[in-house]
């Protein structure tokens, strides 16, 4: 069965660094999102991602983040400059069309700023 | 503001037997309604969608059902097994899309032999 695959299932940076999360989307999808969850809190949507440009952006979603599909298959989420306060699980989802269709999410990367 | 409340925080039941999950939103305008299992450490899947026209759906032992006149909607699990330990989320989604989804902050439920 396809999968959002997520790489690394768990980062730790020090706080000021730069991080990539990866993602493999499933690969006949053409919408792909990023969502945070901090530990014990909701998941919160970041960004969504189509045609190679960001349809969508939430206010969590500044200037020290960005996105990209570099190569066709992988989805990058960038953070510039982490803080402690991003320390959350972030998760990758995908979907064949924007509405009423099932998303699948990646199993999430757990990053933590120290 | 978009949100969605969902009782209990926690739930304790023994294997074998049934459950109810509840879920109330104010999320306007509407699209539809999903519950995602989350099992810790991973990614929500989903377990049921429901637009707005639809009063209940199963998926196995899964049966949701929406209220859209009052805003409420239910999870009902039947004949509970371990592997139902999870977090059950629901999320509403508004009209554009994934951009629109406001989660709620999930059932914990555990499952005991």
Redesign the interface.
């Given at each position: 069965e396809p999968e959002v695959t997520q790489t690394p299932s768990h980062q730790v940076t020090q706080m000021g660094q730069e991080v990539i999360l990866r993602c493999v989307p499933i690969s006949n999808h053409l919408y792909f999102y990023w969502y945070r969850q901090i530990l014990g809190q909701k998941v919160e949507f970041l960004v969504s991602f189509y045609n190679n440009e960001i349809s969508e952006k939430s206010e969590i979603f500044d200037d020290q983040f960005s996105v990209e599909r570099p190569d066709g298959s992988n989805f990058t989420l960038k953070i510039r400059s982490t803080k402690l306060e991003d320390s959350a699980m972030y998760f990758c989802a995908s979907s064949p069309r924007d509405r009423n269709t099932e998303a699948f999410f990646g199993q999430g990367t757990r990053l933590t700023v120290v | 503001k978009n949100q969605v409340e969902q009782s209990p925080q926690s739930l304790i039941i023994l294997e074998g037997k049934n459950c109810t999950l509840q879920c109330n939103y104010t999320v306007s305008p509407f699209?539809?309604l999903r519950w995602y299992k989350q099992d810790t450490?991973?990614?929500?899947?989903?377990l049921t969608?429901m637009?707005f026209s639809e009063n209940t759906k199963s998926n196995g032992r899964y049966t949701a059902t929406l209220d859209a006149d009052t805003k409420q909607s239910s999870l009902h699990i039947t004949a509970s097994q371990l592997s139902d330990s999870a977090s059950y989320?629901c999320?509403v989604?508004g009209p554009?899309?994934?951009?629109?989804?406001t989660?709620?902050?999930?059932t914990m439920l555990l499952v005991s032999p």
């Open positions: - | 699209s539809n450490g991973r990614g929500p899947v989903s969608i637009t989320i999320v989604s554009r899309g994934y951009s629109t989804l989660f709620g902050k999930g």
